[in-house]
């Protein structure tokens, strides 16, 4: 990397996301070494939260709107400063934004017949398929049970746990 890239990376940030993809649940911004700079500008839209985590603890959770994020890394200085971490600020943050929109028509189904008992016809097979919607609603539950450190989480990760729940509940 040269000095160019290198001062590239150490001015201040504009932290936004544009997904196209309509069925992505979480996205961490990829900031080069999770170093977000003091005075980064955050945008959040409508139908998306973002979360920033500080230090490695869940600090944050913005709402739509643009916001102005407060770190310990300060442009330049922060790098200096750093010479005993390999000139690596040991200040690390990142922000996971996460789409609070509804992802519908989900598919679901058994993989194969279940075995119910019927008080009348006795034993039975049971087959059921059908469609959810997914929503987010508490992105903090989601990052600490699910997402952990990925940069990227779909609706499709989460379909083998939504397809046992539901596969229990009918076998109950």
Do not use: C
Not at 35 to 44: F, H, S, T, W
Not at 58 to 76: M, S, Y
Not at 128 to 147: I, K
Request: aromatic share 10%.
């Amino acid at each position: 990397m040269g000095l160019f890239d290198s001062l590239r990376h150490e001015v201040v940030d504009i932290i936004e996301w544009l997904d196209h993809t309509r069925d992505t649940l979480v996205w961490r911004f990829p900031r080069y070494r999770n170093e977000i700079k003091n005075g980064a500008q955050l945008i959040v839209r409508p139908g998306q939260v973002a979360v920033l985590v500080h230090r490695g603890e869940l600090a944050d959770v913005f709402e739509p709107g643009h916001h102005r994020l407060t770190t310990d890394n300060v442009p330049i200085l922060s790098r200096l400063q750093g010479w005993r971490h390999g000139f690596e600020s040991p200040f690390k943050s990142e922000v996971y934004f996460v789409n609070t929109r509804q992802i519908v028509d989900l598919k679901w189904g058994t993989p194969n017949p279940i075995p119910v008992r019927d008080p009348e016809f006795g034993p039975i097979r049971l087959r059921a398929f059908g469609t959810y919607t997914l929503r987010a609603t508490d992105p903090r539950a989601l990052l600490r049970e699910l997402v952990g450190t990925d940069d990227h989480f779909e609706a499709d990760e989460i379909h083998e746990l939504m397809r046992g729940l539901i596969h229990s509940s009918l076998a109950q």
